[in-house]
C-alpha cells in the first residue's frame, strides 16, 4: 500500500468551494432555525407563565415536540455539517450525500411541523410508546403517520450520511488508526487528529442509535398489528437511541474544537494516549449509560440499574474530563486570539462541563428518586446543549465566515454578544435547575396551585430569555453579515 | 407499581346452570282469599326483594385497574364468619395477608368455577395458612352465614382454617368493594348479580396486588404470594398476544430469565460492528496512511 500523508490531492480547488459553499448553506440554515426554534421554547415558559390563559394546553405539547425536535436535529445536522467539513482536510466526504442530506432534513423537518402545529402531535421529542398510539382525541390518525414518516425520512438519510463519514475516514485510516489505537499500545502509528478519532467512535455510535430508532419504529408498527409489545423493551430501545443522539451531537462539537481552538491558541492540540483512551471508552461506556434513564422502572432488574449508574459516571469522566482539561491546559498561558469564534468554543466546552455535572448528580440513582421528571432534566441537557454545544457550532458557522468573507469583528460587539449569551442563558437554565431541586415537574404546560412557584420561575426565566434573545440576534446580525459576504464571495 | 394480570378479562357472572339452589315455586292458591293474600304476597315479597339487592361500583367489561387501587388503605369493616363470630377485618390482615375476594352463593355464573380455581391455585402455589389466608365474602344481602357454610362446604372448605368464608352488612361490603375496584349489580331480569371475579391481596390493611378472570392462574398467583411475603417482583403481565419481552420472570424459582426482546437489545450494537468492519475491511480504500507510517511518538 502507497504511504501518503498529502491530503492535497484529494479535493480539487472548485470541489472544495462547493463543499465549503454547501457547509456554509447548512449554516445559513441553522441560522435561521435557531430564532425560530428559540421562540417556540420563550413561548413555552410564556405559557408555563399563566400568559395565554384561554389557550388549550394541546398547544403547549405540540410545540414542545417541534422545538425539541426541531432542536435536536437542527444541532445534530449543524454537528455533522461541521465535522464533514473539518474532514476535507484528511478525507473525502461525499458532497452528493451533504446535499441528500439538505433536502431530506428539509422533508422530514416540514412533515414535523404539519403533524406538530397542523396536527397537534404532542408526545414530547422520544414520543415514548405507545403514547403516539393513544391521542384521546387530541391528534389524529394523519399526524401520527406523518409523525413516523418524518421520523423515516430523517433516520434514513442521516444513516447514510453516518455510513458516508465513516466510508470517508475509512478510505484513509485504518481501523486501528482512526481509533487512535496505535496510541493505546504505545506503537508507532501515523498521526491521528482528534477530530479523527472522536468522529469515527461518534459516527460508529450513532449508527448503533438509528438502528435502535429503526427497530422502535417497526415495534410501534407489530403493535399496531395487535401484538402486544413489552413497553420496558421500547423504552430500552427508546433511549438507548435518543442518548445516543444527544451525546454524539455534544461528541461532534467537541471534535471541531479539538480541530479549531489550537489555531487561536497557537498550539497543537494532539491525540495522545490519555485521549485515545478516553474516547475509546466512549464506544463502550454510551452503550450503557442510557440506563439512567430508567431508574424509575421497577421493573428493570437491579443489577442493570447499577451497571447503568457506574457507565454513566464513567461516560462523563474519560472525554468530559479529558477534553475539558485538554482545553483548559491549551489555552493557559498561550498566546489565545480570542475572537467571538474562540470565546464561543472555549464557553462551549466549559458548558460543556456544567451540564455534564448536572448530568452525573441525576444519574445518581440516589439523587434520581428525587429529581427525576423535574425540570433538573431538561435543565441539565439544555445546559450541554444551549451553552455548550450551540455556542460550539455558533462558533465554528462564525469562524467559516470570517475564513471566507475576511470580513473584521467588532470587539465590543463581540463583548456584547457574549456578555448577553451567557447572563441570559444561564439564566434561563437557573431557573430550570432551581425549579427541578425544588420538585417542580417538567412538561406542565400550565402549574397547578399546589406547584404555584413554578409559574414564578418560569416567570424570571421569561425575563432571562429576552436576554438570550437579544443576544442571539446580535449575534445573527454580526455573524449573518459574514455568512451573507461569504456566499457572494 | 405493579400491574393487574390482564391476561384475562375480568369474567362478569350470571348465567349457566344453579349449582346450589334452585327456586321452588309456590303452591296454586284455592280461594279468593288466599289468592288475594297471595297477591299481597307477591307485590311485599318483590318490594323486599328490591330492598335486598344492592350494587356498588360502576359496571365494566374491563378488570378492574389496578394501578387505581394499589397501596390505598382499605376499611375495617365486621365481619361474620363460618362459626358465626364478629371479627374486624383488621384482625386477620394484622395476623397474616388476606387474598380478598367477593361472590354471592345463588350465583348460576363465575363464582363456584372461579372458588374452584382459586382452591386449586392456592393449593399449588402453596404458603397457605402459613403466609396468607383467604377470605371470600358475600355482597348478597340474603346470604346469611348458613348459605356461605354451605358454599365452602360444597368447595370442601369448611374445615379449612385458612379459608374463612363470611358477610357482612350492605353499606360495609359497598364501602370494601369501592375500595377495593370490585363492583357488583343486580341484574332483575336474569335475577343474579353482574360482577368480575377479582382476588385482592391485602398486606397490612393496603392493597397490594389485583388478580381478574374466572380462572386463577397458578404463576400470577405465586407472584401476588411472593409480594406478601414481602419480596419485589419485578414483573409485569401483558394483555394480548406479546411479541417480545426483555426478561421473564419465573415465580417458581423467583429468578429472572432473559426472554427475546433482549436480543432486540443487541442488534444495535451488533449491526454497529458489522458495519464498521464492513467499511473499514470490505470497502476498497483510497491511499491509506497505513498503520505502519514511521512517526517517532513519544509518550
Ligand atoms: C433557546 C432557548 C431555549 C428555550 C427558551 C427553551 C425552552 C424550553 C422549554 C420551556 C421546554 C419545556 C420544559 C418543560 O417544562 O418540560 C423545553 C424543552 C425541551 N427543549 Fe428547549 N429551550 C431552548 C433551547 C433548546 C435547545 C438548544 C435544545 C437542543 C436540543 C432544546 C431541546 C429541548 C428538549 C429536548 C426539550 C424536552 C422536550 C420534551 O420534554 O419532550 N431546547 N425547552
Redesign the interface.
Known amino acids: 500500500?502507497?504511504?501518503?500523508?498529502d491530503v492535497t490531492?484529494?479535493w480539487s480547488e472548485g470541489d472544495l468551494n462547493k463543499f465549503r459553499r454547501m457547509t456554509l448553506i447548512w449554516g445559513a440554515t441553522v441560522l435561521l432555525l435557531l430564532p425560530i426554534l428559540a421562540s417556540l421554547g420563550y413561548f413555552m415558559r410564556m405559557f408555563q407563565s399563566n400568559f395565554f390563559p384561554h389557550m388549550r394546553p394541546e398547544w403547549f405539547y405540540a410545540v414542545l415536540t417541534l422545538h425539541s425536535l426541531g432542536m435536536v436535529g437542527t444541532w445534530f445536522v449543524g454537528g455533522m455539517a461541521g465535522v464533514s467539513y473539518l474532514l476535507t482536510q484528511y478525507t473525502?466526504p461525499s458532497l452528493a450525500i451533504s446535499k441528500l442530506n439538505y433536502w431530506g432534513t428539509l422533508v422530514g423537518v416540514l412533515l414535523l411541523v404539519a403533524c406538530t402545529l397542523g396536527g397537534l402531535f404532542g408526545t414530547g421529542w422520544y414520543f415514548l410508546f405507545p403514547l403516539p398510539l393513544y391521542s384521546q382525541g387530541v391528534w389524529q390518525p394523519w399526524a401520527t403517520v406523518t409523525f413516523f414518516v418524518a421520523l423515516a425520512v430523517l433516520g434514513l438519510c442521516w444513516t447514510i450520511w453516518t455510513?458516508d463519514l465513516?466510508?470517508a475516514i475509512?478510505?484513509?485510516?485504518?481501523?486501528?488508526?482512526?481509533l487512535g489505537l496505535?496510541?493505546l499500545l504505545?506503537k508507532?502509528?501515523?498521526?491521528v487528529p482528534p477530530l479523527v478519532l472522536i468522529s469515527t467512535v461518534s459516527l460508529?455510535?450513532s449508527?448503533?442509535?438509528f438502528?435502535?430508532a429503526v427497530?422502535v419504529i417497526v415495534?410501534f408498527g407489530?403493535?399496531a398489528l395487535?401484538?402486544?409489545?413489552?413497553p420496558?423493551?421500547m423504552k430500552?430501545?427508546t433511549f438507548?437511541?435518543g442518548h445516543i443522539l444527544v451525546n454524539i451531537t455534544m461528541y461532534l462539537g467537541v471534535a471541531m474544537v479539538y480541530e479549531l481552538l489550537p489555531s487561536y491558541a497557537g498550539r497543537p492540540w494532539k491525540t495522545?494516549?490519555v485521549v485515545a483512551i478516553a474516547w475509546d471508552a466512549v464506544l463502550f461506556l454510551i452503550?450503557f449509560a442510557f440506563f439512567h434513564h430508567l431508574y424509575m422502572d421497577?421493573?428493570?432488574?437491579r443489577w442493570v440499574q447499577t451497571f447503568g449508574q457506574i457507565c454513566s459516571y464513567f461516560l462523563a469522566v474519560p472525554a468530559g474530563v479529558v477534553s475539558i482539561f485538554g482545553c483548559l491546559a491549551l489555552v493557559y498561558a498561550s498566546k489565545m486570539k480570542w475572537t467571538l469564534a474562540s470565546v464561543l468554543f472555549f464557553l462551549g466546552i466549559m458548558g460543556w462541563g456544567v451540564g455534564g455535572i448536572a448530568a452525573v448528580i441525576d444519574s445518581t440513582v440516589e439523587v434520581n428518586f428525587h429529581f427525576h421528571n423535574t425540570l433538573w432534566v431538561p435543565a441539565h441537557f439544555h445546559t450541554y446543549y444551549l451553552m455548550g454545544v450551540v455556542l460550539i457550532i455558533l462558533g465554528f458557522i462564525d469562524h467559516l465566515g470570517l475564513e471566507v468573507s475576511k470580513l473584521q469583528e467588532s470587539p465590543p460587539r463581540t463583548k456584547a454578544i457574549i456578555t448577553l449569551l451567557l447572563l441570559g442563558g444561564y439564566g434561563f437554565l437557573s431557573m430550570f435547575y432551581w425549579a427541578g431541586a425544588h420538585s417542580i415537574p417538567r412538561r406542565y404546560a400550565v402549574y397547578p396551585n399546589e406547584l404555584a412557584q413554578g409559574t414564578l420561575y418560569a416567570r424570571v426565566a421569561f425575563g432571562f430569555i429576552t436576554v438570550l434573545l437579544c443576544g442571539i440576534l446580535l449575534y445573527l446580525w454580526e455573524t449573518g453579515k459574514r455568512c451573507i459576504k461569504a456566499f457572494s464571495a | 407499581?405493579?400491574q393487574s394480570f390482564l391476561g384475562l378479562s375480568a369474567t362478569r357472572g350470571h348465567a349457566g346452570s344453579s349449582l346450589r339452589k334452585s327456586v321452588e315455586p309456590g303452591k296454586p292458591p284455592c280461594t279468593r282469599l288466599a289468592r288475594l293474600g297471595f297477591a299481597l304476597c307477591l307485590v311485599l315479597g318483590f318490594a323486599g326483594c328490591l330492598q335486598a339487592q344492592q350494587s356498588a361500583g360502576k359496571p365494566s367489561d374491563q378488570p378492574p385497574n389496578e394501578d387505581f387501587y394499589l397501596y390505598k388503605q382499605v376499611p375495617d369493616i365486621t365481619v361474620q364468619d363460618k362459626a358465626g363470630s364478629t371479627i374486624q377485618l383488621s384482625q386477620i390482615w394484622r395476623d397474616k395477608p388476606v387474598l380478598l375476594t367477593m361472590v354471592f352463593t345463588r350465583c348460576t355464573g363465575v363464582c363456584s368455577p372461579f372458588l374452584n380455581s382459586l382452591k386449586s391455585a392456592t393449593s399449588a402455589a402453596g404458603g397457605l395458612g402459613t403466609d396468607y389466608r383467604v377470605l371470600v365474602l358475600s355482597f348478597d344481602p340474603k346470604d346469611s352465614i348458613a348459605d356461605m357454610n354451605g358454599m365452602a362446604e360444597d368447595l370442601g372448605l369448611k374445615s379449612n382454617a385458612a379459608w374463612i368464608f363470611g358477610i357482612a352488612s350492605p353499606p360495609e361490603i359497598r364501602r370494601l368493594a369501592e375500595a377495593t375496584g370490585i363492583w357488583f349489580r343486580w341484574d332483575a331480569s336474569v335475577q343474579q348479580y353482574d360482577h368480575p371475579a377479582v382476588v385482592v391481596a391485602i398486606e397490612q390493611g393496603r392493597v397490594v396486588r389485583m388478580l381478574a378472570g374466572a380462572t386463577v392462574p397458578v404463576t400470577g398467583l405465586m407472584e401476588v404470594i411472593q409480594e406478601l411475603r414481602g419480596k419485589?417482583v419485578?414483573?409485569?403481565a401483558?394483555?394480548?398476544?406479546?411479541?417480545?419481552?426483555?426478561?421473564e420472570y419465573d415465580p417458581r424459582s423467583g429468578h429472572?430469565t432473559l426472554d427475546w426482546?433482549l436480543l432486540?437489545?443487541v442488534?444495535?450494537?451488533t449491526?454497529?460492528i458489522l458495519?464498521?468492519v464492513w467499511?473499514?475491511?470490505l470497502?476498497p480504500?483510497?491511499?491509506?496512511?497505513?498503520?505502519?507510517?514511521?512517526?517517532?511518538?513519544t509518550?
Not at chain 1, 475509512?170 to 482512526?178: F, P
Not at chain 1, 395487535?226 to 413489552?230: F, H, Q, T
Open positions: 500500500m502507497e504511504l501518503t500523508t490531492n484529494l473525502h455510513l465513516l466510508r475509512a478510505q484513509r485510516y485504518s481501523l486501528k488508526a482512526a496505535n496510541y504505545g508507532p502509528g501515523p498521526d460508529i455510535v449508527f448503533a442509535g438502528v435502535a427497530i415495534l407489530v403493535d395487535g401484538y402486544a409489545i413489552d420496558l423493551l430500552n430501545l438507548f437511541f495522545n494516549r452503550l421497577f421493573a428493570q432488574p | 407499581m405493579h419485589f419485578a414483573s409485569y401483558l394483555p394480548g398476544k406479546v411479541a417480545f419481552r426483555c426478561f429472572y426482546g432486540l437489545m442488534l444495535p450494537a449491526f454497529a458495519a464498521t467499511i473499514f475491511f470497502l480504500a483510497r491511499k491509506r496512511i497505513a498503520d505502519s507510517f514511521p512517526v517517532a511518538r509518550y
